[in-house]
T-cell receptor
Framework: GAVVSQHPSWVICKSGTSVKIECRSL??????MFWYRQFPKQSLMLMAT?????????EQGVEKDKFLINHASLTLSTLTVTSAHPEDSSFYIC????????????FGPGTRLTVT | GENVEQHPSTLSVQEGDSAVIKCTYS??????FPWYKQELGKRPQLIID?????GEKKDQRIAVTLNKTAKHFSLHITETQPEDSAVYFC???????????FGKGTSLLVTP
């Protein structure tokens, strides 16, 4: 299957600061990437769909000015959590489809964000 | 809106027994239904999937069945082993988008 990496794997930041999370497709070009958030013992909730070269599409209830997504190349999408607060502490996971004709999605290893 | 319901939320079985997890979906136009296994702190791993033009798919001890009329699909694990213990998520790819909608997950515990 496709290989997707994320960096960092975990990060601790202070309230009010910003954190950038990178998602890379290592062995293929990803025109679309998805960002999910997962709180402890809960399911994955889609935050936004990231499209290469265009603006991301955010799900209802997700603040686009707080969660900035940039998909500037076919192998990299970034999620920046701005002015982070303790309630933003979560597991952030990206995923991508191997190709536009494929349904299978492959997930990155996730980033554990803790805001103190 | 589009929704995926998953049951049960927890399931405990003895090693060697079978485990069944069920999901229902709301959008009759859905066409792709994957199952993921997630261990604590790790990424979801695709274990099996099924498309809407197929009723059943099997891969060794794992099988998935789909009933399009009733809009539900199920994961069957036979001869369970302790290493099958994890959280399992069903998902559906809805016709209105490209992302997956996930069920709430089932925590499976296989006891020796």
């Amino acid at each position: 299957g496709a290989v997707v990496s994320q960096h960092p794997s975990w990060v601790i930041c202070k309230s009010g600061t910003s954190v950038k999370i990178e998602c890379r497709s290592l062995d293929f070009q990803a025109t679309t990437m998805f960002w999910y958030r997962q709180f402890p013992k809960q399911s994955l909730m889609l935050m936004a769909t990231s499209n290469e070269g265009s603006k991301a599409t955010y799900e209802q209830g997700v603040e686009k000015d707080k969660f900035l997504i940039n998909h500037a190349s076919l192998t990299l999408s970034t999620l920046t959590v701005t002015s982070a607060h303790p309630e933003d502490s979560s597991f952030y996971i990206c995923s991508t489809r191997y190709s536009t004709g494929s349904y299978e999605q492959y997930f990155g290893p996730g980033t554990r964000l803790t805001v103190t | 809106g589009e929704n995926v319901e998953q049951h049960p939320s927890t399931l405990s079985v003895q090693e060697g027994d079978s485990a069944v997890i069920k999901c229902t979906y709301s959008d009759s136009a859905s066409n792709y239904f994957p199952w993921y296994k997630q261990e604590l702190g790790k990424r979801p791993q695709l274990i099996i999937d099924i498309r809407s033009n197929v009723g059943e798919k099997k891969d060794q001890r794992i099988a998935v069945t789909l009933n399009k009329t009733a809009k539900h699909f199920s994961l069957h694990i036979t001869e369970t082993q302790p290493e099958d213990s994890a959280v399992y998520f069903c998902a559906a790819l809805f016709a209105s988008g490209y992302a997956l909608n996930f069920g709430k997950g089932t925590s499976l515990l296989v006891t020796p």
